[in-house]
Structure formats: structure tokens, C-alpha cells
């Protein structure tokens, strides 16, 4: 029998043997093959040699041969070795196997299935349960720390933010208070990191404070759910998976709220799982944690309120605990005792809330020695001017926010994600374990306490994702647990591990996905030109002690660098809450001799100001400006209606100054026009026309003998070849200049500035010229013109021809990519559009690809409508079908009815505000209505390309509205920067910023 039992065994081992020695190989050679994608697609000239079989075949080779005696020989006890240990190897063959070139993916897939390999090679043992944490949790702890740190590392924003982490950078650096609770908890907590001798910019130290709260509240998770029987991995994958979600990760780049929540909430649900511990329950003297809890919570509050909707979850927790508390025969005497306790841990509450008295200390230091009022103070205590956005009947009144918080709960971790986490919570649910289920039941009141929040909660931001964070620090709880309940199910002992092995790999997938999706998107270039305009408008020659009238967007830089930097500390820099004050607050400033400088738009200036640009901001003058200016470039040009171009003076690549002179005053309302013209007299690139200093200032409006500057953003765009390039200049009517009228201001030198990054990679050779990218819409109207631009690698050959164009290469160096557009017009009919390229040369089209004669592009769908002749362009992104009047009469004091009909040309990057204003025959407005579309339900950023939007407004009349005739305006605008969307004629030129609908008439 003995000798049956050991043949039965050796047999078993055998096929285990087997089995991991064949998956090794397949997984092996999976992954080399993936490896020699990737080392192609990222060096395709110099490693072409991997986009051949025999380098292919040499790699896939290598690496099935590594795995195999990785798996035979260094197993930590071959034995018990895990024999499905290299599935994971079979990762990578999600890059390997897609048509899409994803350098990202494949790197992060090869790394991460090699990295989880390894784990189960060496250290099975993870992915069982174990009754106690140890010194492998410690490590995994640490790895997961260090992991999630660096990644974030790699994405703490180094630049000012705007908006809340705007306010908060500069809060952190003068101690001061922000809106809301005024966040002290999160002020001193900044501050911390703000000391902190790291160097760097103050505003990515400030901004770190956020990416090491994230990784705390990751770490909680982790050792949260090994507490509650979850084996190491899966519970370090788990928290992976939460630390990298895209919500979380985004907001672990600037300072916020949001990641320090989910850390506290972490430490509230440790202590409420540790006060549900039969141990801790039975025993009266254990109530240090009841104590923590009630600290814990206390001082959560003094960072963000919504960690009150924890309150249900916690009060049965501590009714469990006191209800343990009360025992007979001895009731009455345990009774006073829990109320001692209580008592105690009520005062340990107070105790977290005392750092509300941050508030009132601070308070006169940065109020010039004001004291706060008590109103004030509980105004603070209850949130602020937040506090009137939450409405508890609110989900009963709009049934559709529940569609969106679906989207949200179900969307962060994919739906195998979201799968998971449901078993989770159920198996708790009916675990045979009392403590588990009072678990259960004490997270599912967390959870629906946040959830409820997302509900009742409106403010006028239409998107607030950052609020789901909360509730998915319990989700990725139940994630571990559902991975666990999946693990712990009986199999045989090969089904067992493959089960296993299977599972963790594909919960390993979740932050790996993340990863290769959300680390493309941290784009700073924009938040790095805000800075470098800050710096450069604070380094104006601006008068000592002068006023800045600033709009709180479009200044929060130069503000910052005053307030946390200490540059220009004599400038007075004010945010006033509207535009009466401004007007104000100048003509109060003005008279008492100040100079003011305006950063923002304020109608009307130049009835009794003169105004003149110093760099982005306008000077405000009581006086005409008068005295020339010096240090100047000279020129000697008279433009339209007698206004001269006397000179220029560059002040950066892309910023000029134009200085102009009007003998006279000017009888025409003249607006700037600049362009770039090629050596060969092209135009490539053309403003909208602006009117001088800033918008503010109508050549009409000028005083006799005034000399007016002028400053311009002039971008000279990369993907334009190295060569010389005229900047001109003209004043024109709005929305009319003509060919003639222009003055040449100077010729630039562009030079080739480095390889701008290629939207959608390809590796197509032509004959040894290398085609590496493309950049086309993804969908199209049906006879639309559409621009696609083409990535050439420039070779030995000078030119190149495509499309039946042919373009020069010459203009830039060896070794660059040379982007070429070209404008190609889309089919009337049909579903896809097919392009393909060829230059007349055989053309290998990809990874391991056979030669041929062109190379296809990913087809572009054409879907929506045809365009109706009267369709109005706004600036190539989306055009207006139809503008109807709904209310051709209308009382005053009524509501005019106006319906809109939008349809995208394209995904957009911005969501822009509708604005529909009622003007009426004086010119003046009497009623308008500036929202997002469909009653702020229907972002810009999310429309489909072709998806028609219907879009209705009501518009309240005033009351002291005239009779007459009105018209509509209506148009688009981006908040940030109040810039309107031009409206483009056929050849994409502008011709207006708004649609005018007549036939209202006000009796």
C-alpha cells in the first residue's frame, strides 16, 4: 500500500514537472517574442534586426530557455514549487498579439508578468493566508510603499495647480485659511512638507504632501485586508490596484483634500474592525482603540467633512462595543463604567477637533489683526459655503444621478474589478465567521455612506469623481476579499494552483492596465507655460507698490510666486468677488495716485482711461500715455485709418510687443491681426484679431497723440520645418482682414527644437524610409475635409510623396521627425473610410509584416450627419445645426425660449460654456444665460464625434426691458480664460465669435 502511495506521488510530481516545465517554455517564449516588439518599435533603426524571425526566434528561444531553469532550478522548494507559476509569462501576449503600437503597455506588461513569476517562483507562500502578519507583510508593505511612491514620484505635479490646489499651495505657505472648513488639518500637513529639505519648487513640495497620504491609504488597505484573512499577495495587488486607480492617482499629484481622507479613513476602519474583535469586545480594559477612534475621527473632520458620512458605520460599531460593555449580574456598575469610557472618548473627540482652533488664531495674522466673529467661525464648522450643496432628497429628485454613480462605482476598476469586489462583500456577508460578517456589515455602512454623499450631493461643478475616492478605499477592500473568497475554493491540487495563479494574475492586471493608461495623461506643458508666464509677467517693469487687478484663473501663478515665493512682494495683488467692485476698487485707486495694472477682462475701461499693455497686463492711466517708448526696434509704417507701427521688441520665442502712434484720434474700431509667412510667401498661421492692450482698448477710443503698446502671443509652431519665417502684422475691421493692408515686422529664425511626440506610433519602412507615426480623427463627418499628419523619420532622402503631394524633407537635420499634414476630403457615403500610404516603394508595415506595396491606416468611421448648408463652424470642433427662437414675443420680465442644436466634429479637450445673451435695441443686454450644454449634464469633453446634441435654454428677461426688436447671441467660450470659440468661414477663417438670431420682439 505504502509502495502504491509513493508511485502515486512520483507519478503526481511527474506531471507537475511537466506541466510547469511546457507552460515555462510557452510563457518563456511569449514573453521573449514580446521583448523583441519592443525593442523594434523603440529603436526601429538601429534593432531592425528584431523585426526579423531570426531575431524574433532568437529572444523567444532565450526567454523559454530562462524560464525553464529558472522553474527547475531555483524554486525555493522544488517540491512545493508552484507548477502554473509561469502563466503570468502569457501576459505580454496582450501587446504581442495587437495590431496598436504601445511602447508603455508592452514595457509594463513584460515587467510586471516577469515581476509576478518571480513571486510565485520563489515566495508561494503569498499567496497563502496566514493567521498573523509578519516580517513577508512588513516587506510587502515596504515594496508596496516604494512602488507606489515612485510612480508617483514620477507625477507629483512641480508646478502651481489651479483652482483648490491653487488656493491650497498658497494657504500652506503663508498659513493661511481656505474656503470650505478652511482645511487646517491639510494646511498643517503641508506645511510639513513645504519644511522639508528635499528642494524643488515649493508647490511640488506642498504637492508631495498629497502622493504620501495616497500611499498611506494604500499601505491601510494592504494591512487591512491581510487582518481579515486575505493572503499577502492578493492583498498587495489589491492595494496596488487602489493606489494606481485613475481617480486616486490624479489627485496624488496636486495638493488636495481627497488622499489625506482616504489615509484617515483607512486608520478609522482598522480601529472599527479592531474594537469588532471578539478580544477586544470581551475585555474592558482594551478601550485604547475606542479612544484612537474617537481622536481619529475627530481630527478627520478638521480636513475634509465628508468623513462624517462614516458616522453610521462607526456608531454600531461602538454600540457592538458597548452593548459587549453591559453584563449582568453587574449591569448598573458596567453601565457607569461605559459611560466613563464614553465620556473619555468624547473628549478625545474634542480633542481631534481642537485643530479647528488653527482657524481663529490664524485669522487676525491674515486679516490685519481682525478677530473672528463666532458666526464666522461656525461657518467653517459647517463648511462653508458648501454646506448649502448638500440636499438629502436630492437623489429622489434626480433619478439620472444615479446613472452616473453606477458609471463611477463600476468604471474605476473595470468590471472584473467591480465583479470581484461584489463577491467580496457577499462572501463576508455570509461567512461562517461572526466577526466577519459584523465586518461586513460595519464596511457596507461605510460604503453607503459615501455612496449617499455622491447622491445628495450638487455642487456647480458638473463632474465631482473626486468624491468616489472614499467609497473605493471599502471597494478595494472587498476586491481583496472577493480575490480571497476565489482562492480558498477546493480544487484539485494542479486546478488549485492554476486557480490561483490565474486569479492573482488577472487582479494583477488591474494597476498594470492602470498604468499604461493614466501615466500618458499627466501632461504638464500646460501648467509649465502658466508658470513661465508668470514668472515672465512679474518680471515686467511694473511700478513699486502698484494695484494688480487680477482674475483669480488666469493670475493664480503670479499670486503664488508673490505669496510662497516672495517675488514682487510690494505688488498688491487683488481677487474681488465681481465687476463692480473691480470698477470700484480702480477708480478709487486711481484717484488716489496709485498705478494699476488690470488682469482681466473690465468693459468700458476706455471711456475714462487711457491703457497700454506692460507684458500680459493692461496700465490703467487717467492721462494719455504720451512719451515714446525706448529700447525699442524701429519701424516706420502707417496702417488703416492713420495709425502707426513705429516699432517692436521681442520678448520671448513667441511674445512681441507692438508699439503703436495715432496722430489722431483713430474714427475706425480696428482690431490687430498677426501671421507667420513661409519663405515661399505661404501663410501659415493666422490670428483671430484682437482688439489692442489686451482686448481692452478700441483703436477708436484713442487720444490724439497717444502711443499705445501692444502685447502678442505669436506661437511659432513646432511641427513647422527649421527656416525662416515673416512675422506681419495689420489692423483690420473685425472679422475682415484682407490680403492687402499687412506690414512686415520681422524675419525669425525658427530652429528645429527636438522631436515633438508622436500621437499614434507606426512602424512602416518605405524602402529605407521610415515612416513612425500618424496623427488622423479616429471618426468623421461624411464629406468633411480632414487633416492627417504624417511622422517621417528623416533619412538619406530629401523629399517624399504621399497622397500625391510631394514635400521636402530638407529643412531638417538627419535623424529628425519630420511632421507633414495633409488635407484630405472624406467619402459622401459609406461607414469607414480606408487610407493607406505609399510612396511608389516596397513597404514593410510592421512587426514582423510582409512586404508590400502601401501601408494601411486604422480606418476612420464616418459617423453623424451631413453638415446643413447653414451649419455655423466654431473653430473646427463642433458646429451649431440650428438656433431657433421658441418665444418670438416676449413680456418683459418673461422668459425667452431659444433651441440649440449642437453637433461634434471631433473629441474635444476642453468643455467649453455655452453662453446665450439677449441683446436689445440699444445694444445693451438685457438677459443671458452662460452654462455648460443640456443644463450642465452634457460636457463638451464627452461628446462622440457626429453626436448631435439638442440643447434648450430659457433666458429671464429684465423687467425694465424696452420695447423693440432684440436679437439672440449666442456662442462658446472657455471659463478658464473667457476666449471665445471663433466661428471659421469655409477656408478656416474667422468671421465672428457668436451666432446672432433675429426676430424677438419685447411689445
Not at 828 to 855: H, I, K, T, Y
Not at 916 to 935: A, T
Request: hydrophobic letters at 50%; aromatic letters at 12%; charged letters at 10%.
Amino acid at each position: 500500500m505504502s509502495a502504491t502511495l509513493n508511485s502515486i506521488n512520483q507519478s503526481g510530481r511527474r506531471f507537475h514537472a511537466r506541466w510547469g516545465f511546457y507552460l515555462s517554455a510557452v510563457g518563456g517564449g511569449i514573453w521573449g517574442m514580446t521583448l523583441a516588439r519592443w525593442l523594434f518599435e523603440s529603436w526601429p533603426q538601429l534593432l531592425n534586426f528584431f523585426n526579423s524571425w531570426w531575431g524574433v526566434s532568437l529572444l523567444a528561444v532565450g526567454g523559454a530557455v530562462l524560464a525553464v531553469w529558472l522553474h527547475s532550478f531555483f524554486a525555493s522548494k522544488p517540491e512545493q514549487a508552484m507548477s502554473a507559476a509561469a502563466l503570468p509569462l502569457l501576459l505580454p501576449a496582450l501587446s504581442l498579439l495587437s495590431p496598436e503600437i504601445n511602447l508603455l503597455r508592452a514595457l509594463i506588461l513584460l515587467l510586471g508578468s516577469g515581476a509576478l513569476f518571480l513571486l510565485f517562483l520563489f515566495f508561494p507562500q503569498l499567496t497563502q493566508p496566514t493567521p498573523k502578519l509578519g516580517r513577508p507583510d512588513a516587506a510587502l508593505g515596504i515594496g508596496l510603499a516604494l512602488l507606489l511612491l515612485s510612480l508617483y514620484w514620477l507625477t507629483v505635479s512641480p508646478f502651481v495647480g489651479e483652482a483648490d490646489p491653487f488656493e491650497f499651495q498658497v494657504n500652506v505657505a503663508r498659513l493661511g485659511i481656505s474656503h470650505g472648513n478652511g482645511y487646517p488639518l491639510l494646511m498643517l500637513w503641508g506645511k510639513v512638507f513645504e519644511l522639508l529639505p528635499l528642494g524643488g519648487a515649493q508647490a511640488w513640495r506642498v504637492n508631495l504632501s498629497a502622493a504620501v497620504a495616497a500611499v498611506g491609504a494604500a499601505v491601510g488597505i494592504f494591512t487591512l485586508a491581510r487582518r481579515l484573512g486575505v493572503a499577502p499577495l492578493s492583498a498587495f495587488l489589491s492595494a496596488l490596484a487602489f493606489g494606481l486607480a485613475p481617480s486616486v492617482w490624479s489627485r496624488a499629484s496636486e495638493i488636495e483634500a481627497y488622499t489625506l481622507n482616504a489615509a484617515l479613513i483607512t486608520v478609522l476602519l482598522h480601529l472599527g474592525v479592531t474594537l469588532l474583535q471578539p478580544l477586544t469586545i470581551n475585555h474592558s480594559s482594551s478601550v485604547t482603540p475606542l479612544y484612537a477612534l474617537a481622536f481619529v475621527f475627530g481630527l478627520a473632520l478638521t480636513n475634509h467633512l465628508t468623513i462624517a458620512m462614516l458616522t453610521p458605520a462607526l456608531a454600531f460599531v461602538g454600540l457592538r462595543w458597548v452593548l459587549a460593555q453591559i453584563k449582568p449580574p453587574n449591569t448598573w456598575r458596567s453601565t457607569l463604567q461605559v459611560l466613563r469610557f464614553a465620556f473619555l472618548a468624547f473628549l478625545f473627540f474634542i480633542l481631534g477637533l481642537a485643530i479647528y482652533l488653527y482657524i481663529p488664531l490664524r485669522w487676525p495674522f491674515i486679516n490685519d489683526g481682525q478677530l473672528l466673529a463666532l458666526q464666522q467661525f461656525i461657518y467653517f464648522l459647517r463648511g462653508g459655503e458648501a454646506a448649502g450643496q448638500l440636499d438629502v432628497f436630492l437623489p429622489f429628485k434626480e433619478l439620472q444621478r444615479f446613472e452616473y454613480v453606477w458609471r463611477k462605482v463600476t468604471g474605476e476598476f473595470g468590471w472584473l474589478g467591480f465583479a470581484l469586489m461584489a463577491l467580496g462583500a457577499l462572501t463576508a456577508f455570509f461567512s461562517p465567521s461572526t466577526f466577519l460578517r459584523r465586518v461586513a456589515l460595519f464596511l457596507l455602512l461605510a460604503y453607503a455612506g459615501f455612496i449617499y454623499f455622491t447622491l445628495a450631493y450638487n455642487p456647480p461643478e458638473p463632474d465631482f469623481s473626486d468624491f468616489f475616492i472614499a467609497p473605493y478605499v471599502v471597494a478595494a477592500v472587498w476586491l481583496a476579499l472577493g480575490t480571497q473568497a476565489i482562492l480558498n475554493a477546493q480544487f484539485s491540487k494542479l486546478g488549485h494552483q492554476f486557480t490561483q495563479v490565474v486569479v492573482l494574475s488577472a487582479l494583477c492586471l488591474l494597476p498594470l492596465v492602470s498604468i499604461w493608461q493614466t501615466l500618458p495623461r499627466f501632461d504638464y506643458a500646460a501648467a509649465q507655460a502658466r508658470y513661465e508666464l508668470g514668472q515672465y509677467t512679474l518680471a515686467q517693469p511694473l511700478a513699486e507698490g502698484a494695484a494688480v487687478l487680477a482674475d483669480p484663473k488666469r493670475f493664480a501663478v503670479p499670486y503664488y510666486l508673490q505669496n510662497a515665493e516672495g517675488q514682487r512682494r510690494d505688488l498688491d495683488i487683488m481677487v474681488l468677488p465681481d465687476e463692480a467692485t473691480y470698477r470700484a476698487e480702480l477708480d478709487a485707486r486711481i484717484a488716489a495716485g496709485q498705478t494699476v495694472y488690470v488682469a482681466r477682462y473690465l468693459p468700458g475701461l476706455f471711456t475714462g482711461y487711457s491703457l497700454r499693455s506692460v507684458g500680459p497686463l493692461v496700465e490703467v492711466s487717467a492721462q494719455p500715455f504720451t512719451t515714446p517708448p525706448v529700447s525699442i526696434q524701429p519701424l516706420a509704417v502707417t496702417l488703416a485709418d492713420g495709425i502707426q507701427l513705429i516699432g517692436y521688441s521681442r520678448h520671448h520665442a513667441s511674445r512681441f510687443m507692438f508699439y503703436w502712434h495715432a496722430p489722431q484720434t483713430p474714427a475706425q474700431h480696428l482690431v490687430v491681426y498677426v501671421r507667420w509667412r513661409s519663405a515661399e510667401g505661404q501663410v501659415l498661421w493666422q490670428s483671430a484679431g484682437q482688439v489692442p492692450a489686451g482686448g481692452l482698448y478700441p483703436t477708436n477710443a484713442w487720444r490724439a497723440g497717444e502711443y499705445v503698446s501692444d502685447w502678442h502671443e505669436v506661437p511659432l509652431g513646432a511641427e513647422l520645418p527649421p527656416g525662416t519665417y515673416t512675422l506681419e502684422v495689420g489692423l483690420f475691421p473685425p472679422f475682415a482682414p484682407t490680403e492687402n493692408g499687412w506690414a512686415t515686422v520681422a524675419q525669425i529664425e525658427h530652429r528645429w527644437l527636438g522631436n515633438p511626440s508622436v500621437p499614434k506610433p507606426l512602424r512602416a519602412n518605405f524602402g529605407g524610409q521610415w515612416l513612425l507615426g500618424y496623427a488622423a480623427p479616429e471618426t468623421t463627418l461624411p464629406d468633411s475635409s480632414v487633416s492627417v499628419t504624417l511622422y517621417w523619420l528623416r533619412g538619406a532622402a530629401e523629399q517624399v510623396t504621399v497622397f500625391n503631394e510631394t514635400r521636402s524633407l530638407a529643412a531638417w537635420p538627419l535623424g529628425a521627425v519630420a511632421p507633414l499634414t495633409y488635407q484630405l476630403r472624406a467619402p459622401a457615403s459609406g461607414s469607414e473610410w480606408a487610407l493607406s500610404v505609399s510612396n511608389g516603394q516596397p513597404a514593410a508595415c510592421g512587426f514582423l509584416s510582409d512586404v508590400r506595396l502601401a501601408c494601411a491606416l486604422p480606418s476612420i468611421k464616418l459617423v453623424g450627419q451631413s453638415l446643413p448648408e447653414d451649419a455655423v463652424n466654431f473653430n473646427d470642433e463642433l458646429v451649431l445645426r440650428r438656433a431657433s427662437l421658441e418665444t418670438p414675443t416676449v413680456a418683459p420680465g418673461g422668459e425667452v425660449g431659444v433651441g440649440l442644436e449642437w453637433q461634434a466634429l471631433r473629441r474635444m479637450s476642453h468643455s467649453y460654456t455655452v453662453f446665450v445673451h439677449v441683446v436689445g435695441p440699444d445694444g445693451k443686454l438685457y438677459g443671458q444665460k452662460d452654462y455648460w450644454p443640456v443644463e450642465g449634464t452634457r460636457l463638451t469633453l464627452d461628446w462622440q464625434p457626429g453626436e448631435v446634441i439638442v440643447d434648450p435654454y430659457h433666458v429671464p428677461l429684465a423687467a425694465d426691458a424696452p420695447a423693440g426688436e432684440y436679437s439672440v447671441h449666442v456662442g462658446l467660450y472657455l471659463l478658464e480664460t473667457l476666449e471665445r470659440l471663433p466661428v471659421l468661414n469655409a477656408v478656416g477663417q474667422p468671421l465672428d465669435d457668436k451666432v446672432v438670431v433675429g426676430g424677438l420682439r419685447v411689445p
